[in-house]
DNA sequence: AATGAATGAGTCTTCATTCAT
DNA sequence: AATGAATGAAGACTCATTCAT
């Protein structure tokens, strides 16, 4: 949690930290990225950041906070109306808006994959902090298909859950493959829709 | 390619090295890992290291290669009579070598995801080198799928191979997590078959 | 070109660190002279000369400005008169400053000499863009004396003015020998006058 | 003064050993040669190279006096007949033998330049050693010429002889860069009688 | 609140030399 | 006579963090 000092800032400086701290975590691994640069280039003084913020992982950790309430704002409508949709529909929903999300913050998406990979020890109890909420979502969408019949009933949650997430992020990244130069289009929302198809009624 | 050297040591000091790089490359990125700490925990001089090694990309691309070597031995045998058995048998020996291999060599498996991960530049080279290999594989696998009909005609094969890896990742670290304790077992295929039914009929 | 920090440092502590630098850069060449010890000398710590200087390349630039300046202070004052002074008296005025330069700033000279000497390909592209002067100067000195008929018109320029500066420095180094203990003195012109008859009417 | 063991050596061997050390040092300042290299591309050992050398030392040494004897096999015929010819025809002679000594040994010319420039403390001495020889054969000429009545009686003649070994290496520095592609051709000689006449007659 | 100089441990790598076999 | 493994000091450089002003 940064200082009082931090949140005391005009909003232009604080975003400018910000900013450069997110392009830093965004090229480099958390062990990696450098206080260093990330001060030189935001033209504070090395001491103002450690007014700013006890140390390195205090501002890795407020900015991954920054990042989770992104997401959210993304997944939260998409939620609201769970109960009265089908469960196709609401993972359907689900993964357009973790989609919509990388797409529209490719920093923010490219930060979580990072910590996602990472175990350089600190961070795992970050994500463990973290990541809980994806997959409780999950999971919960899951039982609710398997109430509503939608889903069969001899899964192992979690592992599915686990995997689910996993696609996600797989089908991000070949998109971002795909389309690096075209620039972002939803047009990917028909690829998932074919992907969807094979998860529903499998491979063959 | 390691030195003469090294290959000259009693085996006992050789491999007394390569245990302490490989559980440097496991617990740390290429970039953060230490010739320092290496050394000081295999007892040889800084001296004697770059004796051995040309530099710490020489020390990892030589762990790589006995990891992608080790790898194969656990591939290559389902791979023999791939032409006759049918596509559903086939993907499931090739998962189940995947994660027979991962369970059994949990230090290799954490270094080659470790690689798959990285991003700094340098072990981008080393991936296209060790990769293809893997990705080729399940494209040729679903092809021949295709031709066989066993596998939908209507698939972005480039997407589901990468799917399908992502997915193997996700099937041994759910394992990890879950079977810690109990030790490696391969109760597992069980749940994976389980899992196969799912891709190949779908959720619903 | 050091950073601002440098120059924000109490001048006794600059001075310094740059007559430590100037002791290590005319002892050693390039290559050899040791960061390491300047900053033991300097009696700071290594992570301080790098908040100081990029690094050595940076150091020893710098040092190399400082003294190109201070050589053009001897050098300028009998350039103005060029125009009008005769051949062998602008010749015998460039030599003498070039002498007194390098007898009241030995170490500055020396500096200069080694990197004259230098072939370790960073140096190169370094020495190009300081010795072109000295060159250059010679050989309007000599083309403006053909002009003038003081020279003779049947010689290969670029040959004398490369043995003319080759000259000046077997002087200066001569009688860096001879005078080392009397201390400086002037007295150097002297001979310096006979030397010049020399070059004016030959050996015989 | 290497070891006996050295001299036990096949002929094959030890010229190839002495081979690459040259192409080291004339690669490479003292200070910055390394054993290493040598040993390595000798295709001997580091155990055997310190059977045959004392140390770094040792072998520079013995391929200095080798550069030392062949030199004077080039000098030495030209100061045969001294006595007998006048001072300007010997001076040329003694001119042209260092050239064609350069020219024709350049390994051994640009090893031995860089000992004259090279001020690392330990060469100091050596070069003590080696160019007194040099300086006195200047020396021993100019007196002679003095006695002819060839050469002003009233010059220093440690100055002149020691600027005329400058010359000797400012010109054959200037004949590599000016024919460094035509390759090896004693047309240089004719340049070198325009210099001459020019030390004779000054620039006048 | 802001500064920025100071720090020492850390990074990878090369070196000349020794010594037991 | 030959080997080559072992070594520790030294090289340049970066780091996150502290602290006096």
Redesign the interface.
Known sequence: MPKQTFFNLPEEKRERILGEAVAEFKDY?Y??ASINRIVERSGISKGSFYQYFKDKEDLYLHIMSIIGEKKIQYLTPSMMNFAEVNFYDALREMYRAGIEFALENPDYAEIGN?MM?????LLQKIRETFTPKGDDMFIALLQK?QENG???A???L???A??M???Q???V??YFEKHQDEGYSMKIME?LD??FD???????
Chains 1, 2, 3, 4 share one sequence.
């Open positions: 691994d062990d990696v990072r990979k990472d175990t350089s020890g298909g939608d889903v069969r001899d899964l192992d979690r592992l599915v686990k995997i997430i996993g696609m992020i797989s089908v990244e070949y690829e074919k992907f094979l998860i529903r009624n499998g491979i063959s």
